[in-house]
């Protein structure tokens, strides 16, 4: 994976050294400081934070609240710099390894993350107080050697999206059992929609695989037991997901081409109505309503057992995982930036402004939509099973096993095929 590879080329010819804040603050004598009326962090060295990651959707909101913070803490400015997610696996790499940019940065959960702790490059952030204002049993994602390394901010479920106004036309409620929800899909095929808007050309298979999986896995670490050599991809409960994907495809429950098809086709179906399901997570609610105001939506989740074999309801994932730079020059300011997002206000307003919700407590949400998906916290939920696969040519390997059935393989040659490249990085 680019993001594995980078860092290791990266890590092997960066420096080892983290420089210090400066100084500056011991040298002043208690006289000065209490002549000095001014706030206390006018008398600071004027710094500049790099604040790197890839959501440039969110900008106008983290903008807003960079002001707050800077007025606050008035010798600190914070310059944000995004990059599309597919850059930031690479060109961000360099920044963030040497130092240059990136004094907090963010990272995905799972493969990501662990190959940023491999190399060194987050700070242990285990000792800061503000780890109180997060849900505990959310920030797990970003611990590694029991050293909390990063804070995940964001909470998604990566559940589909239906269109409930058209689900109560037709009289269909979200089913218990897979038999059910075939005949769901029928039922919405027979009336001249889309089943299931499904993204195969990109995110569909990462995002769909996870509801997809999680009450036909054998345990919950199965995918780490692939990993380690202790279970295969060849195994029936990976083939009976591949043949119940592939199923749907037969079937006609996905649009045409379906393989063929990126995130914003996808997407563009589900808000314009033609399709009833949208195989992708709660972070697309807000962007779905805010291109068609009439949508009213809700999630679900397939249950590929029968009802009463069911062990989750759903996926969830903390994920935007933030941390402070191990070679930042700055590292003490980073985590008061980080602590600012971590307050109560703070996160809120970020939730509500870019219709996220946040692992920080307490938050109170204005929208529909937050307040809909922060009703899942009642719920079953299993962690996302495609983030457990830590290493990145695994998790590809995965993926493209589903892509390898939507394009007319046989659930077990394209498990095979998988098992194959595991086999390989279990080898080295």
Same mark, same amino acid.
């Given at each position: 994976?680019?993001?594995?590879?980078?860092?290791?080329?990266? @890590?092997?010819?960066?420096? #080892?050294?983290?420089?210090?804040?400066?100084?500056?603050?011991?040298?002043?004598?208690?006289?000065?400081?209490?002549?000095?009326?001014?706030?206390?962090?006018?008398?600071?060295?004027?710094?500049?934070?790099?604040?790197?990651?890839?959501?440039?959707?969110?900008?106008?909101?983290?903008?807003?609240?960079?002001?707050?913070?800077?007025?606050?803490?008035?010798?600190?400015?914070?310059?944000?710099?995004?990059?599309?997610?597919? &850059?930031?696996?690479?060109?961000?790499?360099?920044? @963030?390894?040497?130092?240059?940019?990136?004094?907090?940065?963010?990272?995905?959960?799972?493969?990501?993350?662990?190959?940023?702790?491999?190399?060194?490059?987050?700070?242990?952030?285990?000792?800061?107080?503000?780890?109180?204002?997060?849900?505990?049993?959310?920030?797990?994602?970003?611990?590694?050697?029991?050293?909390?390394?990063?804070?995940?901010?964001?909470?998604?479920?990566?559940?589909?999206?239906?269109?409930?106004?058209?689900?109560?036309?037709?009289?269909?409620?979200?089913?218990?059992?897979?038999?059910?929800?075939?005949?769901? #899909?029928?039922?919405?095929?027979?009336?001249?929609?889309?089943?299931?808007?499904?993204?195969?050309?990109?995110?569909?298979?990462?995002?769909?695989?996870?509801?997809?999986?999680?009450?036909?896995?054998?345990?919950?670490?199965?995918?780490?037991?692939?990993?380690?050599?202790?279970?295969?991809?060849?195994?029936?409960?990976?083939?009976?997901?591949?043949? &119940?994907?592939?199923?749907?495809?037969?079937?006609?429950?996905?649009?045409?081409?379906?393989?063929?098809?990126?995130?914003?086709?996808?997407?563009?179906?589900?808000?314009?109505?033609?399709?009833?399901?949208?195989?992708?997570?709660?972070?697309?609610?807000?962007?779905?309503?805010?291109?068609?105001?009439?949508?009213?939506?809700?999630?679900?989740?397939?249950?590929?057992?029968?009802?009463?074999?069911?062990?989750?309801?759903?996926?969830?994932?903390?994920?935007?995982?933030?941390?402070?730079?191990?070679?930042?020059?700055?590292?003490?300011?980073?985590?008061?930036?980080?602590?600012?997002?971590?307050?109560?206000?703070?996160?809120?307003?970020?939730?509500?402004?870019?219709?996220?919700?946040?692992?920080?407590?307490?938050?109170?949400?204005?929208?529909?939509?937050?307040?809909?998906?922060?009703?899942?916290?009642?719920?079953?939920?299993?962690?996302?099973?495609?983030?457990? @696969?830590?290493?990145?040519?695994? &998790?590809?390997?995965?993926?493209?096993? @589903?892509?390898?059935?939507?394009?007319?393989?046989?659930?077990?040659?394209?498990?095979?095929?998988?098992?194959?490249?595991?086999?390989?990085?279990?080898?080295?």
């Amino acid at each position: 994976m680019l993001w594995t590879a980078a860092l290791a080329v990266l @890590i092997l010819g960066s420096a #080892c050294s983290n420089n210090p804040s400066s100084a500056s603050d011991n040298q002043q004598n208690d006289s000065v400081q209490a002549a000095n009326s001014a706030p206390e962090e006018s008398a600071q060295p004027e710094v500049t934070l790099s604040f790197l990651h890839w959501r440039g959707e969110d900008a106008e909101s983290f903008n807003g609240i960079i002001s707050k913070f800077q007025e606050v803490y008035p010798n600190i400015t914070v310059e944000m710099q995004t990059l599309p997610s597919d &850059q930031y696996q690479t060109s961000a790499l360099v920044k @963030i390894a040497d130092g240059s940019a990136g004094d907090l940065f963010a990272s995905f959960p799972g493969a990501q993350f662990e190959a940023v702790a491999k190399a060194g490059l987050y700070a242990d952030l285990s000792a800061e107080p503000f780890l109180a204002s997060f849900n505990e049993a959310l920030i797990g994602a970003g611990v590694k050697d029991n050293k909390q390394l990063a804070v995940p901010y964001q909470l998604v479920y990566n559940d589909p999206i239906y269109n409930v106004k058209l689900f109560q036309q037709l009289g269909l409620t979200p089913p218990a059992d897979w038999d059910g929800f075939l005949e769901m #899909c029928a039922e919405l095929k027979e009336n001249g929609l889309i089943p299931i808007a499904f993204a195969g050309a990109d995110i569909g298979p990462g995002q769909f695989m996870n509801t997809m999986v999680m009450n036909n896995l054998p345990s919950d670490d199965a995918f780490t037991k692939v990993e380690a050599g202790e279970a295969k991809l060849t195994d029936d409960w990976w083939i009976k997901t591949l043949s &119940q994907i592939r199923e749907l495809n037969d079937k006609g429950y996905f649009q045409p081409n379906a393989l063929g098809t990126k995130d914003a086709a996808a997407g563009a179906l589900f808000i314009q109505e033609k399709a009833a399901i949208l195989a992708s997570g709660s972070y697309q609610l807000a962007q779905n309503k805010a291109q068609n105001p009439n949508l009213e939506q809700a999630l679900l989740a397939p249950i590929t057992v029968a009802a009463d074999q069911a062990k989750y309801e759903g996926i969830h994932t903390s994920t935007f995982l933030l941390g402070v730079n191990s070679k930042s020059k700055h590292p003490e300011e980073a985590k008061k930036f980080l602590e600012f997002l971590s307050r109560r206000e703070i996160a809120g307003q970020y939730a509500n402004e870019t219709g996220q919700n946040v692992t920080v407590k307490d938050v109170e949400y204005n929208t529909q939509e937050l307040k809909l998906v922060s009703e899942w916290a009642k719920k079953k939920t299993l962690f996302q099973p495609r983030f457990t @696969i830590t290493n990145g040519e695994n &998790q590809k390997a995965v993926t493209n096993s @589903i892509q390898a059935v939507l394009g007319g393989s046989s659930p077990e040659a394209a498990a095979k095929e998988a098992q194959a490249i595991i086999d390989q990085q279990l080898s080295r």
